[in-house]
């Protein structure tokens, strides 16, 4: 099983031309427990989503009593 995951390549962000990744990766559940951990880019550089713009308006008062 674990051949047949290496077979399907890598894979490379482009935030972080160089660094290559399994694309699948197989973990027992004593390699988690002995605390190996997947590897993935753990830095969240802002390429995946694009940032909404703000809206920010002051807070809005109703009057209770006129």
Known sequence: MREEAATD??????????RRYHRVQILTIKELLGGKQ????????????????STTKGPTYH???E
């Not at 390549?9 to 160089?18: A, C, D, N, R």
């Open 63 to 65: 009057k209770l009593i």
């Open 9 to 18: 390549g890598f894979y490379e962000p482009e935030s972080l031309p160089g």
């Open 38 to 53: 997947l590897e993935y880019p753990r830095l969240a550089i802002d390429a995946t989503f694009k940032k909404a713009s």
